[in-house]
């Protein structure tokens, strides 16, 4: 088991920056990758935001969140982050870190979830 607890979401506004993290224990961690997955208001389905391999080396990202948002893991301090700039009102969400085996862009394949935290980007 792989017990992950997000934290650092809030309110914004639009333009700022905002770092989420995700703290992980239970099996190694170095063994999973990460993934950050998020939900917005009035939706049923999470949209992949970002992923980051057991390495740290390979990054994946949704288009919607290339180069405004950076995702990456500390395997020492069994850490993962996903800095945020540049943030937009259509990035309010609730935000979830997952950990999977392989790296992987599908929410299906993610085996532990985080219980999300909210971030709401006011105009």
């Known amino acids: 088991q792989v017990q992950l607890v997000e934290s650092g979401g809030g309110l914004v506004q639009a333009g700022d920056s905002l770092k989420l993290s995700c703290r992980a224990s239970?099996?190694?961690?170095?063994?999973?990758?990460m993934g950050w997955f998020r939900q917005a208001p009035g939706k049923n389905n999470n949209e992949s935001v970002a992923?980051?391999?057991?390495?740290?080396?390979?990054?994946l990202y949704s288009d919607s969140v290339r180069g405004r948002f950076t995702i990456s893991k500390d395997n020492a301090k069994r850490m993962v982050y996903l800095q945020m700039s540049s943030l937009k009102p259509e990035d309010t969400a609730v935000y979830y870190c997952?950990?999977?085996?392989?790296?992987?862009?599908?929410?299906?394949?993610?085996?532990?979830w985080g219980q999300g935290t909210q971030v709401t980007v006011s105009s």
């Open positions: 239970g099996r190694p961690f170095s063994n999973y990758a």
């Open positions: 992923a980051i391999s057991w390495s740290g080396v390979t990054t």
């Open positions: 997952a950990a999977v085996i392989r790296c992987s862009w599908r929410e299906d394949d993610y085996d532990y």
